[in-house]
């Protein structure tokens, strides 16, 4: 199944605190089916950034993707600055904040050849875009 | 003047942007660290994680035991962050000044350390830091935020030896 050859598709890997990245896989493959190319990575209490740099660098690297994504969810936190570190050793581009609405932007559009830095601009709009606030009084407009 | 000394192996990271730098009101971090503050990449990335309207710098342990009292006696309110008791042992020793207080959060787990809390790991060298930190009366405690529990070494060194 492994291969050395370089895989076209984007890879993503969602890394957060605890088992939020495990989660929101769940969550988007219920949306939108089974996906490859995703990993997920989790921190917990014991962890340490070294390792889980380690660790980003490992799923990257297995995914064999030429490009990828790395989503975190909070800037500054340790998943965010355990996948800042390693950008010294893999080719891929951060997004911090993780919410689904960007996970199913990034899902329906990496199979279509897209500049990344577009991309990319895209996801966090989309995931800006998406934080919306719902109050009683919008319910009676009809 | 340094609000809270902080042995935490994570430097900077959700926990203390969250919840100590407000829960402190710290207006300056100082990260004692020389693996951090000998590598560009590193405190490239630890400065990043600094929230905008907090100051940082990061120093080797020699430049904190030369310059440490220029943020004691400053205004602002300092976190002193490291992320072992071994660099915290040689600070309290060059600065019998400080407040008599070490907090340790989350410290990760090695092969060669134990389980002190569910957060904190320490290999036998670092609690022989700790041990010689309580006999130069220094409370050691180790606690994540304010309001979890908190645990004193001294209540559960015995359980260690």
């Known amino acids: ?142 | 003047m340094i609000t809270l000394i902080r042995c935490d192996d994570r430097l900077i990271h959700g926990q203390c942007i969250v919840r100590v730098l407000a829960d402190f009101k710290i207006e300056k971090i100082v990260i004692i660290d020389d693996i951090t503050a000998s590598n560009p990449v590193l405190k490239s990335v630890f400065l990043l994680a600094v929230p905008p309207q907090t100051k940082a710098v990061i120093l080797t342990t020699d430049e904190a035991k030369a310059n440490l009292r220029e943020f004691i006696e400053n205004n602002e309110h300092v976190l002193l962050l490291m992320r072992s008791p071994l660099v915290a042992l040689e600070l309290f020793k060059s600065y019998p000044e400080l407040k008599q207080e070490l907090n340790i959060g989350p410290i990760s787990y090695r092969p060669d350390t134990r389980k002190i809390t569910t957060y904190a790991y320490l290999t036998s060298e670092e609690m022989d830091a700790v041990n010689q930190l309580i006999e130069r009366r220094v409370r050691v405690y180790f606690n994540q935020t304010i309001d979890q529990k908190i645990i004193e070494w001294n209540e559960v060194r015995d359980l260690f030896k």
């Not at chain 1, 969550?27 to 889980?52: H, K, R, W």
């Open chain 1, 1 to 142: 199944m492994a291969t050395t050859e370089q895989n076209e598709t984007l890879g993503i890997l969602v890394c957060t605190h605890s088992s939020l990245a495990d989660s929101l896989k769940q969550a988007i493959e219920m949306l939108m089916g089974p996906q490859e190319n995703f990993e997920t990575l989790g921190l917990y209490e014991g962890g340490d950034v070294f390792s889980l740099c380690e660790e980003i660098k490992k799923q990257v690297g297995n995914m064999h993707t030429k490009k990828n994504l790395v989503f975190t969810d909070l800037f500054g936190a340790s998943p965010s600055n355990a996948a800042a570190m390693s950008l010294v050793d893999i080719d891929a581009v951060i997004i911090t904040g993780v919410n689904l609405p960007m996970l199913a932007e990034v899902l329906t559009l990496r199979g279509q050849q897209q500049d990344l830095n577009d991309l990319v601009i895209d996801i966090v709009n989309k995931g800006k875009d998406s934080i919306r606030t719902i109050t009683k009084e919008m319910l009676s407009k009809g």
